[in-house]
């Protein structure tokens, strides 16, 4: 059973981590190149999920360039370029291979 000053520090803390994101996301927008948002974004993404070097996008396209600020142009040659590169494989349209996160990782400055 929690008490209730245990659940005041949980919802304090949940809140804490909801700003932080936020605040995160607001950088991204203002200050990141397209192809520094779409490595962010992969990262973020992959951390989300069990299975960090693959991953099924729960957006398309047209949602990650609202979400991110940009257009889905960018978005799709983006992904090509990161693909010719060789930082992910694009086996589905949905589906994302992290080839080399160390690349994404100096993409996300």
């Known amino acids: 059973m929690c008490s209730d000053t245990q659940l005041v520090q949980d ?16 950088l991204l927008l203002g ?11 992969l990262l973020d993404m992959a951390e989300r999920t069990a299975d960090d070097d693959a ?4 957006m398309s ?15 799709s040659r983006s992904f090509t370029q990161l693909e010719r590169q060789g930082v992910i494989e694009l086996p ?6 992290l080839s080399n996160k ?8």
Request: charged letters at 25%; glycine letters at 4%; a positive charge.
């Open 61 to 75: 396209r047209t949602d990650i360039a609202d979400h991110l600020g940009l257009t889905i142009e960018t978005v």
């Open 55 to 58: 991953l099924d996008l729960p």
């Open 92 to 97: 589905s349209a949905r589906h994302v291979v």
């Open 11 to 26: 919802i304090t803390m949940g809140m804490m981590r909801s700003l932080v994101r936020a605040q995160n996301h607001m």
């Open 102 to 109: 160390a690349a994404l990782e100096r993409l996300n400055v």
């Open 31 to 41: 200050r990141k190149s397209a192809i520094e948002k779409i490595a962010t974004f």
